[in-house]
């Protein structure tokens, strides 16, 4: 049976055109049937005839000018029907002047009676509706009851185009897995009213009610439009249930790689809602910031494998790059960040990969790096981050973080590199740990050698990146998956947060800004509690905190602040074309005292003594201002 309707959606068109004719005879002849009484039939067989094969004519072809067999008729919506009545207000009119001026005496006995013009288009035109109206409403239903035990209890978000658009979408899904229950909106007009049959029972504060009440498993955000804070307060709420989660982005937008052939479903949109819906602002659109520096570049970036650096490589490969030298210690990372591209591109790349296992400590592994590719531009993203582990080994991170920048730096000015780019960090503002006080040396050392060099090196400065390697997301998903406890350092801990395309987009439109010397500025929005952003992380996992996943507070770790500085509030802060970039006004360095300073740092650094290693961090307490640590603690 299953097979003999596979086969006859090849004769929908031929089937419908049937329908369509006894739909079409039938109201023809009722017509006739209705004047029985009043006229002579046996002076009009003649006209009736005649006129009967010009309305079927006319009719088929005005149905077929306005594509009436072209429609899906279990989608249709009010322009369907609408396109019906204007096909057969057309065919009326022009069934009128045929037969006015054809099936009329001396060719007939008797003209058509004007009765029969409008009773049999009033009727055709009714009974094409009504059996496209009962169809659709066949299969909508049929729809609704098919699996109606399998499938999830839905509540919609949003009551506006983009809601009815999903619910319709849901109902004509061939998988069948939602159950659109209810809607709610916080337009007092929507509540209390229907939208595509469903009621919308109320605004987003009643969402833990209804979900309680009708045994909703899931619940689908349909505001694509919203503000940034309004998504993380709507998320939050629908966080206190132990629901899925689920999103649609605008219906009107596309990806670069869609096309309207490809067709896409509204339900084909429907995706999980993400940490990044809880940052409380609007996520960067990294299109908006393609640049054009990059084309035919050779571009070499170290910590490749690292999570910035590899989105590094993903975009600077977007932008158009003809050379990218993949460039990290580690090699896990490189091989994995190396294989992804070339997976992704094969034999169409327009662009050579190069993946080079080095480290930037070592001058003559670089010196050989520079010399081999000559790089145009160097984004530089290698250093230790993690703050406890720098804090119990400092002599590390000075000597990866500091002197390996130094290295790297001085092959770029030798090798004539055109810009150079350091990742940097918002923890370098008043630092009150040892990476902190490492990555702003690291600026101190790329502002001092750009009014020297025909380089121009730059600084770009961010915070927190939503799901990097070491940072708080991947562990917090961690500790729900083995069941708990989330551990959070403190219960007012706040943190800034970027998601790392954004980042990575941000870092590249500022190295196209660059003129030499300037230290960039992320604005990474509102701020975020952890132990917020730990609670709604474990209600996204399915969970409820302190019940089935409890938290616990473990206590500031050494060297970590409570509040993080305020990227904007540095003094001297300038705008710059990018709304989301800044450019902070530079210290003052003098600096033939700087890499006398760093020469000191190395002999200390390279020491294992303990003596050499309170004078180090004396000499980072003397070097870098508003460094709070503790002068002389191990």
Not at 317 to 335: Q, S
Request: positive net charge; contains cysteine.
């Amino acid at each position: 049976m299953k097979g003999f309707w596979a086969q006859g959606k090849n004769f929908r068109k031929p089937m419908l055109m049937f329908a369509d004719f006894i739909q079409f005879s039938a109201s023809y002849y009722v017509a006739w049937f209705i004047l029985l009484r009043r006229i002579d039939l046996a002076a009009h067989v003649e006209a009736m005839l005649l006129g009967y094969i010009f309305f079927i004519a006319i009719f088929f072809i005005s149905f077929w000018i306005f594509g009436m067999y072209e429609s899906l008729w279990r989608y249709a919506e009010a322009y369907e029907f609408l396109k019906c009545m204007m096909a057969t207000a057309a065919a009326v009119i022009a069934f009128i002047g045929v037969t006015w001026i054809v099936v009329q005496p001396p060719m007939v006995e008797q003209r058509l009676p004007i009765t029969v013009y409008f009773i049999s288009a009033i009727m055709a035109g009714a009974s094409a509706l009504f059996f496209r109206t009962a169809y659709r409403a066949y299969r909508t239903n049929k729809a609704i009851r098919t699996n109606s035990a399998s499938r999830k209890k839905v509540l919609i978000v949003g009551a506006g185009e983009t809601g009815a658009a999903v619910i319709q979408g849901l109902w004509h899904s061939h998988a069948h897995l939602y159950e659109v229950v209810c809607a709610v909106d916080d337009d007092p007009v929507k509540q209390g009213r229907k939208i595509q049959r469903i009621p919308v029972a109320g605004s987003t504060n009643d969402i833990p009610r209804l979900v309680e009440k009708h045994g909703i498993r899931v619940i689908l955000i349909a505001v694509p439009h919203a503000t940034g804070k309004e998504r993380r307060r709507i998320s939050s709420i629908c966080a206190k249930t132990t629901c899925e989660l689920k999103k649609i982005p605008s219906l009107f937008h596309f990806d670069e790689n869609e096309t309207e052939t490809s067709n896409p479903t509204v339900v084909s949109r429907i995706e999980d809602v993400s940490v990044e819906d809880l940052l409380g602002r609007e996520v960067i659109d990294i299109k908006r910031f393609k640049t054009k520096y990059l084309l035919g570049q050779t571009v070499l970036i170290t910590g490749a494998g690292g999570t910035i650096g590899s989105e590094l490589c993903r975009q600077v490969v977007a932008h158009g790059a003809a050379k990218i030298i993949m460039v990290d210690v580690v090699e896990n990372g490189l091989y994995a960040i190396e294989q992804e591209l070339i997976f992704k591109f094969g034999n169409k790349a327009s662009f050579q990969l190069f993946a080079e296992v080095a480290s930037i400590r070592e001058v003559s592994r670089l010196e050989t790096l520079f010399t081999r590719y000559k790089p145009d531009l160097v984004y530089h993203a290698a250093a230790h981050k993690h703050v406890p582990l720098m804090e119990s080994a400092p002599e590390e991170a000075v000597k990866n973080n500091i002197l390996g920048t130094l290295n790297i730096a001085r092959c770029a000015d030798t090798h004539g590199t055109k810009r150079f780019v350091l990742i940097s960090s918002d923890k370098a503002v008043n630092p009150t740990n040892i990476y902190g006080a490492t990555k702003r040396v690291c600026e101190m050392i790329v502002q001092s050698i750009n009014p020297q060099s025909k380089t121009e090196f730059v600084s770009v400065r961010f915070g927190n990146v939503l799901g990097s390697n070491g940072s708080v997301i991947p562990l917090f998903k961690a500790q729900i998956a083995a069941g708990g406890p989330v551990r959070v350092t403190h219960k007012e801990i706040i943190r800034y947060y970027m998601t790392v395309p954004e980042a990575v987009s941000l870092v590249m439109s500022a190295g196209e800004m660059a003129k030499g010397g300037e230290i960039f500025v992320l604005d990474m929005g509102d701020p975020i509690k952890t132990l917020d952003l730990a609670e709604m992380l474990i209600r996204l996992s399915g969970y409820e905190p302190y019940k089935d996943i409890d938290i616990t507070i473990t206590g500031l770790r050494p060297g970590e602040k409570l509040y993080e500085e305020l990227l904007m509030a540095e003094e001297g802060l300038k705008t710059t074309s990018n709304n989301k970039i800044f450019i902070g006004k530079p210290i003052d360095i003098k600096p033939e005292y700087l890499f006398d300073s760093l020469n000191m740092l190395k002999q200390q650094a390279n020491s294992s003594e303990l003596e050499s290693r309170l004078k180090m961090l004396d000499k980072l307490h003397e070097l870098v201002p508003g460094f709070h640590r503790e002068v002389g603690k191990c």
